[in-house]
């Protein structure tokens, strides 16, 4: 049978991509808008050369409520939406937050005003666990407190969350699932697609492989003074692929309506909380290769641990992130060294 339609905003993003292989591989047509602020257009190149599918592509910005409005007319079979698009660089929040409010309040504002008159069933929501702020306790569960953001990156998906939840309870008649990552790393294992962010990048995977492979001089640790045993931040590093394997099955609940609740959330994380210092040297065993790093101070805006309880994932969705932190390390390197084949990094 035909599936139907998925309008994947920030489709050629980072994690928007890996899912959108994901969807064509369950057999769902997807068409991808995205403005190409933090990703490039031969993204897609990569996806067809995995699944010998091409999704469609419109170039076009979310935050543009005329520019949607125009897709959905082209697209009147889309049923449900997975809403990537933002701006997500915790630190460059710190210093640019009207962009990262205006970013990504509106594309989600745009979206769930024009989902009803299109009669989309539903909208996958990319959370964080920034949500969480500093945490009590770790691993956190969906049921721990809302803390104040640190950032206002972790605030605009606070507000998000409270937007999706008040539109639904207003009568919306669609659905939400708000999945609220950790930290993705990695990239596909075919190495056609992965992390490429546009400039310097802010997170740490693709700044240390960037150094490995000697376009950066030396990764710079954000501070080794941090309540934890190295010193070190700590973090749940969940593998991209099962990261977007979780949307598909996400998807299927809201448009099959297998679940009667109108919004669920779920954590996705791997259950490992990782200190930076561990992850360089998990990468440098796995790889072999040597990472050039200094401790240098902390970064505004950092949480200092927190790592999932995925249970609630693991058992409602029955989904599970199975990737290894090694093998994911190796997807990292992979990924960087297939830039360097191409001349592009
Ligand atoms: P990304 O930057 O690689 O992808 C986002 C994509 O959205 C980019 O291709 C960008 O060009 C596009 N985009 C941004 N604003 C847009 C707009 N107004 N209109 C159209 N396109 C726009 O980031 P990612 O890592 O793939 O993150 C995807 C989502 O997941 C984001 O909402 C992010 O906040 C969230 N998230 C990411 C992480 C992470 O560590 N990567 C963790 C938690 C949550
Ligand atoms: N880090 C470094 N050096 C770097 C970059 C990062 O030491 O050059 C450290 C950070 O201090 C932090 C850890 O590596 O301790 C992870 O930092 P990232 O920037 O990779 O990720 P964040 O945890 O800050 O934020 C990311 C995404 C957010 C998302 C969040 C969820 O950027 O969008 O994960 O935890 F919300």
Redo the contacts with the bound molecule.
Sequence with gaps: MKKDRILVTGGTGYIGSHTVVELQKAGYPVVIIDNLSNSNAEVIDGIERITSVRPDFVEGDCTDIETLRRLFASFPDIKGIINFA?S????ESMHKPILYYRNNLNTLLNLLDLMGPNGVKGIVFS????VYGEPDENPVTEAAPIKKATSP??NT?QISEEIITDVINAGAPFKSVILR?????GAHPSAEIGELPNGV?????P??TQTAIGIRQE?????DDYNTPDG?????YINVVDLAQAHVIAVERMLNDISDKKIEIFNLGTGNGV??LE?IHTFEEATGVKVP?KI?G??A???EK?WANPAFANEVLGWKATTSLADTMRSAWAWQCRLRERGIM
């Design positions: 933002a997500k660089a915790v630190g959370s964080s666990c920034t990156y972790g998906k990552y950790f930290n993705p790393v990048p802010q997170n740490l995977i700044y240390l990764l710079s640790v954000f501070g070190s931040c700590i973090r749940d200190s930076v992850l790093h240098v902390r970064r805006g950092d949480i927190v």
